[in-house]
């Protein structure tokens, strides 16, 4: 894959009443995509302490390529469809890096 790499954090708000299945689904989501899209380089999900439902979301792909095929697979379809009416508020914020490392 060619191109820049893209980094978002997604800030989402969840229903409290759905939160159990929301992070069940949204567990299975990031496990798939990292295991399957070479072009998904980190999902790293978060909630505010003391604020469960609210959640963020790192997400760094390869290229914005990467990042619209993601878009396209099973595995985030079905996240998709089944959390959209558990998620209250979506926000999705382009970052630039300043650094970023980790462990393998």
Known sequence: MSGKPVVRM??????PDSLD?????????IDASVALEDGVLALNAVSI??????I??????ASREAYEAHLQTPH?????????GMVTSLTLVDVDPIAMRSKA
């Open 10 to 15: 997604a800030e989402l708000e969840i229903d």
């Open 21 to 29: 299945a929301y992070r069940a689904l949204l567990a299975e989501e």
């Open 49 to 54: 302490r003391n604020r469960p439902t609210s």
């Open 56 to 61: 963020r979301i790192l997400e760094v792909y």
């Open 76 to 84: 985030f379809l079905k996240y998709k469809n089944e959390t959209a």
